[in-house]
């Protein structure tokens, strides 16, 4: 059990999540949690949850509520002498971690070990995701509690940038800070250790605007001037600068998304010196890093990405396009759709379709002086709609290619990369291996020949050297010379050679199940890689595995990948990773390779983790591809397992991709069932993307396979499918013929579910017919049945449906109550998102009952409970009645304001029906108003229906 109060309260058990609905239930584990180990009085309890007012069955209530705890597996909780006791054997309170590792880190700092209490105050503030308790219910104890661990975080924040300072990382602290800054404008503390970090980090023009910043925000909101401390860094910073001007303020940062600079970068001085007067004689320049595979193009341009970190104070972005490796390469949507969240756009804002991400990128950058380095291009197409489109910016891109088509739109500027001269070779030979580079002069210069002077071959031989500190380099040759390495390492038209010839050496340096362990990760689809994943394919423990890897890593064949904090992930370099794979082909049968391969993604079937589903995304994208090549059965196993986690964050986009994987794959092994189901997924994704016509598509080849099986039931689904998509199109008649023929087929498969399913898609196309009578009928035979085999969830979307039938009717009272015992079905079924649709409908007929006040109250509510639920399609119609409801009550810029949420929830998550039906009901206001825009947003609403195929 991991309990969780540092950001909103969780409770997660068995690595998921246990939902914590109800507000008293969450204030009673709050409460319970602050006080754990210890007994909570009853008369505490009640005070806290009730204040001066609680229910006139207190006792019996509460008794309740800690029956519903116990009943989600709060199994600790006990009842003592001195009230309730929650206990926390065998179970976490991040806020005790936090404090535990805050004392470790203390002990350390003042031990005068800073790089280890650096590391351990960074473990404990990750625990932190929001503020503590940010959702829990006021209460007294909750509020106290709340700011002493809010206070608590301030003050270990404080001490761990103390000790970064005490370290040197002066520019990581001002990065840090400013973050907090945010939250904490007015502690003058974070101030101070804000400005002084970035005077020493030498942004003394940066600290200035900062102290300017603090002056403000101080005056503006407590009246007051900055505190002594405050003035005498900002005496000192204008001694030493001799009365320079401030510069504006300077913009937040973006999160640092660079790799680590090389500790040991050597030479490429000319280069160095061409791209920095280029970024200031010709802005808005693309300029391309290229040269062969290994000249180390990714490692110059991060290393003057980071040169050049001030003169780009809005952030870098950076991202490897994997360019050169086709089946894995990034798209241009994918690439923009993470700019964008970099950007600070709200992930359910995010739009769906390339273009729009594109405006989006582009706005987001106006006015900003941010560097983009996109390394390893694979063609100007990958790299057109990532480019910046401002002056401000630089677009710093590495490829094998020189990508020449970018100058037919753009003006480009080529550095060719060579491979380094030969003193800078021996240089960074001497760098890594230390004093042997002077005890043997010469078989160092010969070192640097024998490794043909190229960046990556020269520091793996560097780092099998150091990993050997005894071995003169003398011997080193020998061994190179024995293995015919002089004629493997030369730099002719097969560059590649001379990195195998160095491959060969570390590789064969390897103890056997070392190097086992990386064939098997040359064969790992997709990027990046854990303990987690290798122990999958080795058939080891994942404490094995990690082994393997520091193995690996000590012998610089992988090397770190930016992931979650604390996350151990690794990659190996695009030529490594090649070599991997040759090695695997070499010296492991089929058999053996297959199996490995299929190990791995029976494992991905098994994580139920969120976050690690999240980390290994895409590495699952590219099993589920490298599945449907194979003929493997995960090619539509997997797509049904990501399918879940991929619609919560929204990943509408990577979703019909593995369906269609999926589809095509099972179509392919004659797995007709599955293809079946897989097309039947697809189609319903589409239509969630408004791709109606494509999902018709779908339902249809779905319909054909179910007939080819003479599967009646599945037919009928198909039907249901294809009906429903026809009512979205507005094709109502030939809605009505395939929804009655599902009806026909499903009747005679005893599943009563599916027909009362097809009867209330019956009723509302008869609705839209205006045959309304029928349509109730319809809704009548489906209330009956859902109510025969107890389907309480059926039974509440068709009391929904028949209130909106009353309604068209003009029986409002009638509509009123049947959405009120959709409420209660919904409520006792603890369904939020059905919950929060019956108070849609219930605020929307009592806004037509002219009770405006209740209507918005419940509107109100609604909206509430899809946000909670996540449910963004919900949130973007409610949001929509709302600003309706305010437009008819005469408050335009509510309604505005709503409107205008409204179109950016449904174009967030691709729901181009609802986008529609926005700009249409916006259009509508504005011309209400004699606002002349109000014919843009119409004939939006009429493009979009067009587009769809909708008849309006």
Same mark, same amino acid.
């Given at each position: 059990m991991d309990f969780r109060i540092l950001g909103p309260l969780e409770l997660w058990n068995g690595g998921l999540p246990v939902p914590l609905t109800a507000p008293k239930q969450r204030a009673l584990l709050a409460i319970l949690l602050i006080k754990a180990g210890r007994p909570v009085p009853v008369e505490r309890l009640v005070d806290e949850l009730w204040g001066a007012t609680p229910?006139?069955?207190?006792?019996?209530?509460?008794? !309740?509520?800690?029956?519903?705890?116990?009943?989600?597996?709060?199994?600790?909780?006990?009842?003592?002498?001195?009230?309730?006791?929650?206990?926390?054997?065998? #179970?976490?309170?991040?806020?005790?971690?936090?404090?535990?590792?805050?004392? *470790?880190?203390?002990?350390?700092?003042?031990?005068?070990?800073?790089?280890?209490?650096?590391?351990?105050?960074?473990?404990?503030?990750?625990?932190?995701?929001?503020?503590?308790?940010?959702?829990?219910?006021?209460?007294?104890?909750?509020?106290? *509690?709340?700011?002493?661990?809010?206070?608590?975080?301030?003050?270990?924040?404080?001490?761990?940038?103390?000790?970064?300072?005490?370290?040197?990382?002066?520019?990581?602290?001002?990065?840090?800070?400013?973050?907090?800054? #945010?939250?904490?404008?007015?502690?003058?503390?974070?101030? #101070?250790?804000?400005i002084d970090a970035l005077d020493r980090s030498g942004q003394a023009r940066e600290a200035l605007a900062a102290y300017d910043e603090a002056r403000r925000v101080l005056a503006e909101e407590l009246g007051l001037d900055p505190g002594s401390e405050l003035r005498r860094l900002q005496a000192r910073i204008l001694r030493r600068e001799n009365g320079r001007e401030n510069e504006r303020e300077a913009r937040g940062p973006i999160s640092p998304q660079l790799p680590p600079d090389l500790a040991q970068f050597t030479g490429r001085g000319t280069a160095l010196r061409e791209l920095t007067a280029l970024m200031r004689t010709a802005p808005g320049t693309v300029a391309v890093i290229s040269g062969m595979p290994g000249v180390g193009k990714s490692a110059f341009a991060v290393h003057w990405a980071h040169r050049m970190a001030e003169r780009f104070p809005d952030g870098q972005i950076f991202i490897d396009l994997r360019g050169h490796r086709p089946q894995e390469a990034i798209t241009p949507r994918k690439a923009l759709d993470r700019f964008v969240r970099a950007l600070g756009m709200p992930p359910e804002q995010v739009p769906a379709e390339e273009d729009e991400l594109a405006t989006a990128y582009r706005t987001l950058l106006a006015g900003r002086r941010v560097l983009v380095v996109l390394d390893n291009a694979a063609d100007p197409a990958q790299v057109q709609p990532l480019l910046p489109g401002t002056d401000g910016c630089l677009a710093l891109v590495t490829s094998r290619n020189r990508l020449s088509g970018l100058a037919l739109h753009h003006v480009t500027r080529t550095i060719d990369l060579d491979i380094l001269a030969e003193p800078e070779a021996v240089d960074l030979l001497a760098a890594v291996i230390g004093p042997r580079a002077g005890a043997e002069p010469d078989a160092v210069a010969e070192l640097a020949d024998q490794c043909g002077q190229l960046p990556l071959a020269l520091r793996i031989a560097a780092a099998h050297l150091a990993g050997h500190p005894h071995r003169r380099v003398a011997t080193y040759l020998a061994d190179l010379t024995e293995r015919g390495r002089l004629s493997a390492l030369c730099l002719g038209d097969v560059p590649a050679t001379a990195v195998r010839a160095t491959f060969d050496l570390s590789y064969q340096a390897l103890a056997e199940a070392d190097r086992i362990a990386f064939r098997r990760l040359g064969l790992m689809p997709g990027s990046g890689f854990t303990a987690q994943s290798l122990a999958a394919m080795l058939d080891v423990s994942a404490a094995q595995a990690r082994t393997h890897l520091d193995a690996l890593r000590a012998a610089s064949l992988i090397h770190p990948h930016r992931g979650r904090p604390l996350q151990e992930r690794y990659q190996l370099h695009d030529l490594l990773l090649d070599y991997a794979r040759d090695r695997a082909q070499a010296e492991d049968a089929p058999p053996i390779r297959e199996e490995s391969v299929r190990r791995l993604l029976e494992w991905y079937l098994t994580i139920d983790d969120p976050l690690v589903l999240q980390d290994e995304h895409e590495n699952m994208m590219a099993g589920t591809r490298h599945a449907a090549e194979h003929g493997m059965d995960a090619a539509w196993r997997l797509p049904a397992a990501l399918a879940q986690p991929l619609r919560l964050r929204h990943c509408l986009t990577d979703t019909a991709e593995l369906h269609t994987l999926a589809a095509t794959a099972a179509e392919q092994a004659s797995r007709h069932v599955e293809a079946a189901v897989a097309h039947h997924n697809l189609g319903a994704v589409l239509e969630h993307l408004g791709r109606y016509p494509e999902a018709l598509a779908e339902h249809r080849r779905t319909l054909e396979i179910y007939r080819q099986l003479k599967d009646r039931h599945g037919m009928g689904t198909a039907l249901r499918s294809i009906g429903t998509v026809s009512w979205l199109l507005g094709r109502y008649g030939e809605a009505l013929t395939d929804l009655q023929e599902a009806r026909r087929l499903l009747e005679g498969t005893g599943a009563d579910d599916a027909v009362g399913q097809t009867l209330n898609m019956l009723g509302?196309?008869?609705?839209?017919?205006?045959?309304?009578?029928?349509?109730?009928?319809?809704?009548?035979? #489906?209330?009956?049945?859902?109510?025969?085999?107890?389907?309480?969830?059926?039974?509440?979307?068709?009391?929904?449906?028949?209130?909106?039938?009353?309604?068209?009717?003009?029986?409002?009272? *009638?509509?009123?109550?049947?959405?009120? +015992?959709?409420?209660?079905?919904?409520?006792?079924?603890? !369904?939020? +998102?059905?919950?929060?649709?019956?108070? /849609?409908?219930?605020?929307?007929?009592?806004?037509?009952?002219?009770?405006?006040?209740?209507?918005?109250?419940?509107?109100?509510?609604?909206?509430? !409970?899809?946000?909670?639920?996540?449910?963004?399609?919900?949130?973007?119609?409610?949001? /929509?009645?709302?600003?309706?409801?305010?437009?008819?009550?005469?408050?335009?810029?509510?309604?505005?304001?709503?409107?205008?949420?409204?179109?950016?929830?449904?174009?967030?998550?691709?729901?181009?029906?609802?986008?529609?039906?926005?700009?249409?009901?916006?259009?509508?206001?504005?011309?209400?108003?004699?606002?002349?825009?109000?014919?843009?947003?119409?004939?939006a609403a009429d493009q979009i229906f067009k587009e769809l195929g909708v008849i309006t």
């Open positions: 229910p006139r069955s207190v006792e019996s209530t509460l008794h !309740s509520l800690l029956s519903r705890l116990r009943g989600i597996g709060v199994v600790t909780l006990v009842r003592e002498p001195g009230g309730y006791r929650l206990g926390l054997a065998g #179970a976490t309170l991040d806020a005790r971690v936090f404090e535990r590792l805050a004392l *470790e880190a203390r002990e350390l700092a003042e031990a005068g070990q800073l790089e280890q209490a650096a590391r351990c105050f960074r473990e404990a503030l990750d625990l932190w995701r929001a503020p503590a308790l940010a959702d829990a219910p006021e209460s007294p104890m909750i509020e106290a *509690e709340r700011a002493r661990l809010d206070g608590l975080r301030l003050a270990v924040f404080e001490e761990y940038a103390d000790t970064l300072a005490g370290l040197g990382r002066h520019a990581q602290v001002a990065g840090e800070l400013r973050a907090l800054l #945010a939250e904490h404008p007015l502690r003058e503390s974070l101030w #101070a250790r804000m509302i196309v008869l609705r839209n017919l205006g045959r309304l009578e029928e349509a109730v009928t319809h809704y009548e035979r #489906a209330l009956a049945i859902h109510q025969r085999t107890d389907d309480r969830q059926g039974e509440a979307n068709t009391l929904n449906n028949l209130g909106v039938a009353r309604e068209a009717q003009d029986r409002h009272a *009638e509509a009123l109550d049947l959405y009120q +015992k959709a409420l209660a079905l919904r409520r006792a079924a603890g !369904s939020r +998102k059905g919950e929060a649709r019956a108070l /849609n409908n219930i605020g929307l007929v009592e806004a037509k009952l002219g009770r405006l006040e209740p209507a918005r109250e419940h509107l109100l509510a609604a909206l509430a !409970s899809h946000r909670e639920s996540g449910d963004l399609k919900g949130e973007g119609q409610v949001t /929509n009645d709302l600003a309706g409801l305010y437009h008819r009550l005469g408050r335009e810029e509510e309604a505005l304001t709503h409107f205008a949420a409204a179109l950016r929830i449904r174009s967030g998550i691709g729901d181009r029906r609802g986008l529609a039906e926005t700009h249409r009901d916006l259009g509508e206001a504005l011309a209400d108003q004699g606002d002349a825009t109000a014919h843009r947003h119409l004939a």
